[in-house]
C-alpha cells in the first residue's frame, strides 16, 4: 500500500512539471540566400530533459512531419542562427515535447528568403548582410 501511495504521488509530481514553451521571436522575417535567419529566445529555453525542443527552416509548403534540416536547441539556449540555402517561402518551426510528440510545433514564423542576385540584396536593408552596398544610376535632363 506504502509503495503504491508513492508511485502514485510520484506520478502526479511528473504530470504537473511540463516544461512550458519558449517564447520566440525573429530578427528578421527577410533574409538573403546565403544569410541566416537567427530565432531569440525570451526567457531561455528550458525543459526537462524527457522534453527536447528543435527549431528548423522548413518550406512553407512543407508538411508539419519534415525532418529535414532540425536542430537540437539545448536548454539554456536564448538564440539559434539558420542558414538560408535556398529563395523562397519558409517558415521558422519550433517543435516541442520530442520525442514524444515528433510533429508538436509550438511557434511558426514565415520567412522569406530572397535570391542573391534579387535587387534587395544590394541595398542598405537591416535584414540583409552587413557590408552590402546600394548602385544606383541617376539620369538627368
Known sequence: MKTFVLVMALVSFGAGCEASAPSMRLESATA???GNVTATFEPAVQGRSAEQFWLQLAPAEAPDSLKEGRRYVDRGTKSLTLHADTPGP???R???AFPGQTEKILARYPVTVFPA???LASAEHPALPAGRETHATVATD
Open 94 to 96: 519550433l517543435h516541442g
Open 117 to 119: 542576385s534579387h535587387p
Open 90 to 92: 519558409f517558415e521558422v
Open 32 to 34: 538573403v540566400e546565403g
